[in-house]
C-alpha cells in the first residue's frame, strides 16, 4: 500500500516557470525525502527532511515539512527542460524506529517542462 | 565511485520460470534494498539486506527471495514466475548500520518481462 498521495497527479508548466508538488502521508515519521525518475531510469535522490525540520532548500528545490497535516511540499523554482521527470515523494513508515532501508513511496507527480 | 549497478538490464521470462537480478552496491554501502515498480501499484518494497542478514522485509509472496554476499553484492530471485510479476525491479543502496533511514542510491532496474 502507498503510504502517500502526490498531488497533482500530473504537471505541465513552461521552461522559467516554478513548480509545487504536493505530498500527504498516513502515518508518524523520522524523515520524509524527494527523490526524481526519469523515464526507464532509476531514482535520483533530491532532498531529506527530518520530522523535527519545516524547511530545507538545495540550489533550486525547496521542500516544507508539516507534520501536523502529515503533509509536504516540493517547489522547483526557474524550471528547465531537463526538470521533465516524474518526482515521488518517500517516508520510513515507522516513527521512533529505524525501519532498516524500507521507504514508501508516494504514487507521483509527472512534471513536464517546455521549453 | 561507480554507481548501483543492476543486471541484467531486461530479462523476458515465460510463465512458470524462475529468474535471478543481481546488485552491485556503490562501494562501502552495505545495506541493500529492493523495489518492485509498478504502473498500477507503484513503488513497492521487497526487502533489505544488510551484512548479509534480510533485515526487513515486504508484504511479497514467499516467491520473492533474496540474499546477500560478503562483499555487499545482493541476488533477488522470483520464482514460478506468474503474469503480474513484469515489472521494473530496483534495487538501491546505502551506507546503513543503525542510523534510521537514510538516503538511498538507486540502479537503473531490470525490466521483467513475463509472457
Known amino acids: 500500500s502507498q503510504q502517500g498521495e502526490e498531488d497533482p497527479q500530473a504537471l505541465s508548466i513552461q521552461e522559467g516557470e516554478n513548480a509545487t508538488m504536493n505530498c500527504s502521508y498516513k502515518t508518524s515519521i523520522n524523515n520524509l525525502q524527494w527523490y526524481r525518475q526519469n523515464s526507464g531510469r532509476g531514482l535520483v535522490h533530491l532532498i531529506l527532511?527530518?520530522?523535527?525540520?519545516r524547511e530545507k532548500h538545495s540550489g533550486r528545490l525547496r521542500v516544507t515539512l508539516d507534520t501536523s497535516k502529515k503533509s509536504s511540499s516540493l517547489l522547483i523554482t526557474a524550471s528547465r527542460a531537463a526538470d521533465t521527470a516524474s518526482y515521488f515523494c518517500a517516508t520510513d513508515a515507522e516513527a521512533g524506529g529505524t525501519s532498516y532501508g524500507k521507504l514508501t513511496f508516494g504514487q507521483g507527480t509527472i512534471l513536464t517542462v517546455h521549453p | 565511485k561507480a554507481g548501483v549497478t543492476q543486471t541484467p538490464r531486461y530479462l523476458i521470462k515465460t510463465r512458470g520460470q524462475q529468474v535471478t537480478l543481481s546488485c552491485s552496491p556503490i562501494?562501502?554501502?552495505?545495506?541493500v534494498s529492493w523495489y518492485q515498480q509498478t504502473p498500477g501499484q507503484g513503488l513497492q518494497f521487497l526487502f533489505e539486506?544488510?551484512?548479509?542478514?534480510?533485515?526487513n522485509k515486504g508484504n511479497f509472496p514467499g516467491r520473492f527471495s533474496g540474499r546477500q554476499f560478503s562483499n555487499s553484492r545482493s541476488e533477488m530471485n522470483v520464482s514460478t514466475l506468474e503474469l503480474g510479476d513484469s515489472a521494473l525491479y530496483l534495487c538501491?543502496?546505502?551506507?546503513?548500520?543503525?542510523?534510521?533511514?537514510?538516503?538511498?542510491?538507486f540502479g537503473d532496474g531490470t525490466r521483467l518481462s513475463i509472457l
Open positions: 562501494s562501502g554501502h552495505r545495506s
Open positions: 527532511i527530518r520530522s523535527n525540520e
Open positions: 538501491a543502496s546505502s551506507p546503513g548500520g543503525t542510523m534510521g533511514n537514510q538516503p538511498q542510491h
Open positions: 539486506y544488510f551484512s548479509e542478514t534480510q533485515r
